[in-house]
């Protein structure tokens, strides 16, 4: 009786993670693909940025929503990591890794890692704090002035191998994240599993690039003010 409710517990674990990993995943895609509006000038970008601020209730209850699904990911995926751990209290003298990729190996290297950027990121593009340069600046239309924020930020070439970095940790974390979320809530099939293990990769190299051309864009003068 007790196996089965660790077993019960397990799962419910596993498919919560899975369920808010996939979330979250989906919040990077549709996050890079608004930023790629940088492409477009300033008078685009910072409407795109207006146009999220302009709806307050909107704004702040998807920032909660997401700030509620990210908590249960990191608490369930430590749970998770613990539980595993004491059912296997002996570290084994060799590992050989010959199904396990790196990316799955290090998922809470990276997924600790991914936390920490995450966090320099807010406090440096949303809340100011790191850089205040352009806390104040509006644009022509009077708009908050964010496109000018990202030119000056992707200029610091300090900044651009932090974010870089991040981009790099970023799709790590995601390769294997998003494979092994479709698996768990798809649960053992063949066919199924090869279309999952792809799927996971792909979208992290999609996000990646798209994040990457964005700041090596700015950064080269490609994008400018």
Not at 5 to 32: D, E, P
Not at 110 to 123: A, D, K
Not at 170 to 193: C, D, K, P, W, Y
Request: a positive charge; proline letters at 2%; glycine letters at 8%.
């Amino acid at each position: 009786m007790r196996r089965t409710g660790r077993f019960r517990t397990t799962l419910s674990s596993k498919v919560a993670v899975a369920l808010s990993g996939l979330g979250l995943a989906g919040f990077v895609v549709f996050h890079m693909l608004g930023n790629l509006q940088v492409f477009e000038g300033p008078g685009a970008y910072n409407k795109y940025a207006a146009f999220l601020r302009e709806m307050p209730m909107v704004l702040w209850t998807v920032r909660l929503g997401l700030l509620t699904v990210a908590v249960v990911h990191i608490v369930r995926a430590i749970q998770l990591a613990l539980r595993n751990r004491r059912a296997r209290p002996v570290a084994y003298t060799v590992r050989a890794y010959r199904v396990a990729s790196l990316a799955s190996r290090t998922m809470a290297l990276t997924g600790s890692l991914l936390l920490l950027f995450i966090v320099f990121h807010l406090l440096h593009l949303s809340a100011d704090l790191v850089d205040s340069s352009f806390h104040d600046h509006v644009d022509e239309r009077g708009h908050a002035d964010v496109f000018s924020k990202v030119i000056h930020a992707f200029h610091n070439p300090l900044y651009v191998l932090l974010y870089c970095a991040g981009q790099l940790v970023l799709g790590m974390h995601l390769s294997h994240a998003i494979s092994g979320s479709l698996q768990t809530l798809g649960f053992e099939h063949a066919v199924r599993n090869r279309v999952f293990k792809a799927v996971g990769p792909s979208v992290a190299l999609f996000v990646m690039l798209g994040n990457l051309v964005i700041i090596l864009a700015v950064f080269f003068g490609l994008v400018r003010t």
